[in-house]
């Protein structure tokens, strides 16, 4: 069953650092977002998280990140915050509103943008042990005291948002509408 959901911010990150800049637009090839520290057809394994040895060379799977102003809402609440989780903070290159369950998508779920441009589904965005410690860097608790580095993980699980591969190039903007059609069988196999 397809839903519409809204392209709340999108954000652009440079080589070496977590957080994302916010930004009207971004620009899609179909090896990524232009300018984005994640853009290529390939990409290198990391010591933890890849089935492969770190080093390996492997196909990018991770050329965007996306998140929800929903999601991010209940990751906020979770952890007691004084003020909600931002998208750019976490790194994520697209925050979406009104697409239920984001975090659960299936790979090849395909996000279809008012602009034309497509995004497919490649996998779940698992909360990481250096996003935490940079969220305790810059946020703290209701009650004002700081919040611990493993907070971000444990209130994360299974609402960090999805990652993917551009599948048709093309512009993102905010406000753009955005369909989500979940993964079909091919007609030939229905």
Not at 62 to 89: D, F, K, P
Not at 140 to 153: H, Q, R
Request: charge should be negative.
């Amino acid at each position: 069953m397809t839903s519409t959901g809204s392209v709340v911010s999108v954000h652009i990150g440079a080589e070496g650092q977590l957080g994302k800049a916010p930004r009207d637009s971004i620009e899609l090839g179909l090896d990524g977002i232009v300018g984005d520290r994640h853009r290529g057809l390939q990409r290198e394994c990391w010591d933890s998280g890849d089935k492969q040895a770190a080093g390996t060379l492997r196909r990018n799977e991770r050329q965007w990140s996306a998140v929800s102003m929903e999601e991010l809402a209940e990751i906020s609440a979770t952890m007691g915050l004084s003020e909600a989780l931002r998208a750019e903070t976490l790194g994520a290159n697209l925050c979406l509103s009104g697409v239920p369950g984001l975090s659960r998508l299936r790979r090849g779920t395909l996000l279809e943008f008012s602009s034309g441009a497509v995004l497919m589904v490649e996998e779940y965005n698992p909360p990481c042990s250096d996003m935490g410690a940079e969220i305790a860097s810059q946020y703290k608790g209701i009650s004002g005291e700081p919040i611990a580095p493993t907070e971000f993980s444990q209130a994360a699980r299974f609402l960090r948002g999805v990652v993917g591969i551009v599948e048709v190039a093309g512009t993102i903007a905010v406000g753009d509408l955005v369909t989500v059609i979940p993964e079909q069988l091919p007609k030939w196999l229905r």
